[in-house]
């Protein structure tokens, strides 16, 4: 396959999984804002809606409304760029890396997008755990991104040393 149909193809991904996120979010908005939390797998997954101003696990939220949202929003826009680019100019793209950098770059959209339309917040409705043991609240863009960290390190630790997701 061509680089550009890899370019392609991750981009139908990032759109698909991005979307999916966007959904999500609006199903929580629609089904969980007004109303008790939901317990799921004897209460090892809880759907219970929040809105997030900050960043991951709210940093920043301290910060001026304004300020933060900006900031939050170009570091993204940043970040996303940043990664069109390198795929740009890649002279190949591993099969092993096409899958988590999109699911990276879908998890970021998906949030700006959430910051973009909701007054710079995020809607956040999920926590998986125990009553002792859980995640913060956090929604289907958090997956993506932190999914897409574990297999890019999984990935670069089954590669030889010396090689990297890009060439």
Do not use: W
């Amino acid at each position: 396959m061509r680089k550009y149909s890899k370019v392609i193809l991750m981009m139908l991904l990032v759109f698909f999984f991005a979307g999916c996120d966007q959904i999500t979010k609006s199903i929580a908005k629609r089904e969980l804002k007004f109303s008790a939390s939901v317990n799921l797998l004897g209460g090892f997954v809880r759907l219970q809606y929040a809105e997030n101003e900050g960043a991951f696990l709210s940093a920043g939220s301290g910060l001026p409304a304004e300020f933060r949202r900006r900031m939050i929003v170009l570091l993204t826009v940043l970040v996303l760029t940043g990664f069109v680019v390198l795929f740009s100019f890649a002279q190949k793209i591993k099969y092993s890396s096409l899958v988590p950098f999109s699911l990276l770059l879908a998890g970021s959209l998906g949030n700006v997008l959430d910051r973009l339309l909701n007054q710079g917040r995020v809607v956040d409705f999920l926590i998986v755990g125990t009553k002792t043991i859980h995640t913060g609240i956090l929604n289907v863009a958090d997956l993506l991104i932190t999914t897409s960290v574990v297999m890019l390190c999984c990935t670069e630790l089954f590669h030889r040393r010396g090689r990297s997701a890009l060439k």
